[in-house]
C-alpha cells in the first residue's frame, strides 16, 4: 500500500539556518504529494503542494520538488525563523487507491534565537 | 469566511462509553473525512463522507462510525470506547481534492 517516510526529529536549528526535512514515499501511480504543517495547539495546514513530476510546490519561503525518479520530496526553507516551529507533514493523495491522505509521522522543528 | 469547525475541543470520557464528535466543513465543501491522530504519530485516515455516504474507510473497527447530513456537516461515532481510542480526532473538509483538504483544529478525546 501507499506509504510516506519522514526523517526523524526533532530537528533544532538557530534563526536564519538552512532547513532540509527529508520524506520519501511509495504508491502506485503518480499520487499528488503535500506539505502539512502543524502549530501547537492546532489542526494542519496545508503548506505546499505538487501534482505531478517536477512540480516544485512553494509558500512563505518553504519549498519542496516533485522527484518521481527518487519518489522524494524534501521539504527546504533557506532562512528558518522562530515562528516556523511546529511539526510539518508529508503527506500523499493517490487517486488510483483511496479517497484519502497517507501522512508521514511528521517531524517537529524548534528553531532558537 | 469560517474554516472548518469541530466540536467540542476537549473531551474526557470513561472506558465502555460512547461518544459523538462533530465538525462543520468549510463554506462549500461538500466532502468530509475523519483522520485520527495518535499522540506523536501522523493522521491516520478513519473514513470519508459524500453526498451522505460513506465512500472510503480506513483501517479501523465497526465501533468507529459516522454520518453526514445534507448540509455537508457530519458526526464521528465511537462505541466501546478503549484507552487506545485517546487521540486528537482531525476533522477535514474538501471541494475537490486536488487542492488539498481543509482541516479543523480537532476534538482532543481522552478515555480514562
Known amino acids: 500500500g501507499d506509504s510516506v517516510t519522514q526523517m526523524e526529529g526533532p530537528v533544532t536549528l538557530s534563526e536564519e539556518a538552512f532547513l532540509t526535512i527529508n520524506c520519501t514515499y511509495t504508491?502506485?501511480?503518480?499520487?499528488?504529494l503535500f506539505w502539512y504543517v502543524q502549530y501547537p495547539g492546532e489542526g494542519l495546514q496545508l503548506l505546499l503542494k505538487a501534482t505531478k513530476a517536477d512540480d516544485k510546490g512553494s509558500n512563505k519561503g518553504f519549498e519542496a520538488t516533485y522527484r518521481k525518479e527518487t519518489t522524494s520530496f524534501h521539504l527546504e526553507k533557506g532562512s528558518v525563523q522562530v515562528s516556523d516551529s511546529a511539526v510539518y507533514f508529508c503527506a500523499l493523495f493517490n487517486t488510483g487507491t483511496a479517497s484519502k491522505l497517507t501522512f508521514g509521522t511528521g517531524t517537529r522543528l524548534q528553531v532558537t534565537l | 469566511d469560517a474554516g472548518v469547525t469541530q466540536s467540542p475541543t476537549h473531551l474526557i470520557k470513561t472506558r465502555g462509553q460512547q461518544v459523538t464528535l462533530r465538525c462543520s466543513p468549510k463554506?462549500?465543501?461538500?466532502?468530509v473525512s475523519w483522520y485520527q491522530q495518535a499522540l506523536g504519530q501522523g493522521p491516520q485516515f478513519i473514513f470519508q463522507y459524500y453526498e451522505e455516504e460513506e465512500r472510503q474507510r480506513g483501517n479501523f473497527p465497526d465501533r468507529f462510525s459516522g454520518h453526514q447530513f445534507p448540509n455537508y456537516s457530519s458526526e464521528l461515532n465511537v462505541n466501546a470506547l478503549l484507552l487506545g481510542d485517546s487521540a486528537l480526532y482531525l476533522c477535514?473538509?474538501?471541494?475537490?481534492?486536488?487542492?488539498?483538504?481543509?482541516f479543523g483544529s480537532g476534538t482532543r478525546l481522552t478515555v480514562v
Open positions: 477535514a473538509s474538501s471541494l475537490d481534492v486536488f487542492y488539498g483538504y481543509t
Open positions: 504508491a502506485t501511480g503518480y499520487p499528488s
Open positions: 463554506s462549500g465543501h461538500d466532502t
